[in-house]
């Protein structure tokens, strides 16, 4: 079957500092990738995708390489600010296998001043 | 730009009651994904709908059912309500006839059940 698995939160960051949360997956077939965010009382925010091997997603600074040899998807940032603090969700979609998408359990990102 | 619209944002029920939850489609999206996501727990798929059919389930309950609609908005009626069943739950959309799969979600409907 199809599962995510993610590095455990909470993370906690001063600002400006570097961010890696990692992700890795297994898959039945040939998956996308995404990274969902969601902030406090809010709904699920596309963040970045990559549809196939090698393919570099990003987006507000943040970046993930598509990586089929170790199955991963980790997540970067160069410099974390306050207002990324959020729940980070890696997830895939099989194409053929209705679309659904197959989230990993979520990774608490907390910067400090 | 229109986003996935979710009715009601917040629900309460009591035990053994029944509850309907409404999802608006962004316009054109013919796709529509329910998920279900417990305190503290990554969202888990239920159901979807393509073209007004059901496409693919997930674990969703048999106290649940849900429909897609001709104007393609989606209900999900869910009953004999459990205390388990409080939840943020997650309609999204996406446009498959357009080749993008790409789903878009709405804020979510809380539902607490006491």
């Known amino acids: 079957g199809n599962s995510v698995t993610q590095m455990e939160g909470p993370v906690t960051l001063s600002e400006e500092a570097f961010l890696t949360i990692n992700c890795t997956y297994t898959?039945?077939?040939?998956?996308?990738l995404f990274w969902y965010v969601q902030y406090p009382g809010e709904g699920l925010q596309l963040l970045l995708k990559?549809?196939?091997?090698?393919d570099k997603g990003s987006n507000k600074g943040f970046e993930a390489t598509y990586r089929k040899e170790t199955t991963s998807f980790h997540l970067e940032k160069g410099s974390v600010q306050v207002s990324d603090s959020a729940v980070y969700f890696c997830a895939l979609e099989v194409t053929g296998g209705g679309n659904k998408l197959t989230f990993g359990t979520g990774t608490q990102l907390k910067v400090e001043l | 730009a229109a986003g996935v619209i979710q009715s009601p944002r917040h629900l309460i029920k009591e035990k053994r009651e029944t509850a309907t939850l409404k999802c608006y489609p962004i316009p054109r999206h013919d796709t529509v994904y329910w998920y279900q996501q417990g305190p503290g727990q990554d969202p888990q798929f239920l159901i979807s709908f393509y073209e007004k059919m059901q496409s693919d389930k997930g674990s969703i309950p048999d106290r649940f059912s849900a429909q897609q609609f001709s104007d393609y908005h989606s209900e999900l009626n869910m009953s004999s309500l459990e205390l388990g069943d409080s939840a943020l739950y997650f309609c999204?959309?996406?446009?498959?006839?357009?080749?993008?799969?790409?789903?878009?979600f709405g804020p979510g409907t809380r539902l607490t059940v006491t």
């Open positions: 898959a039945t077939g040939y998956p996308s």
């Open positions: 999204a959309s996406s446009s498959r006839t357009s080749g993008s799969y790409e789903q878009y």
């Open positions: 990559a549809t196939k091997a090698d």
